[in-house]
């Protein structure tokens, strides 16, 4: 998903984090430009709507593992820009899926889990803005190497603190064509 120079600042996947007694060792990833593997995608999460009279969005993020580690057994992770549910060819998470798998599925499904596991170049930067340290992914494509490894990392839906599972969703008919042709108020 190579970016547009004109739109660069929207595009670019950010990862913020704030200094608060909850996290106060963490430290962003370093710069980096290399092989990542998906490891896992968040929870839906609202988010506020940005067009006008929005209603907030359910969105959710993957996970990449570097190969690069932080510390003897741990390796550094960056997450993605929020995903809206949807894979309309205009909207990012089918960029994103599109530029790690390469052509999509023509039976019109598809589900998060299917991307965990998969690898893909990646280039990450960091930028610092007010005070906060964010990495920016500032490319992401298809894995041109060979390069695989095993992750250690415990996913979200199967740890003790987090017994939910995530949602997943299915790309249906009536619901694509919902992302076409939305409904008016």
Known sequence: ???????????????????????TNFEPAPEYNGVAKIVDYTELKEYEAFEKGGKPVEKFRYILELKDEREA???????????RLS????????????????????DGEFDQEDMIGKYCSIITEQTEVGGNVYTNIKYVGKNKTNETWD???????????????????EITEESFAKDIYPKKK
């Open 151 to 169: 992750t250690t990392r415990v996913r979200l839906k199967d740890r003790v603190e987090s017994p939910k599972a995530t949602k997943t969703f």
């Open 1 to 23: 998903m190579l970016l547009n120079k004109k739109k660069k600042k929207e595009k670019q996947m950010k990862i913020k984090y704030d200094k608060n007694e909850n996290n």
């Open 87 to 106: 894979m309309h060819e205009k909207a990012s998470l089918y960029k994103f899926v599109e530029s790690v798998v390469g052509k999509l599925p023509d």
């Open 73 to 83: 057994g741990k390796k550094w992770t960056v997450s993605t820009k929020p995903f």
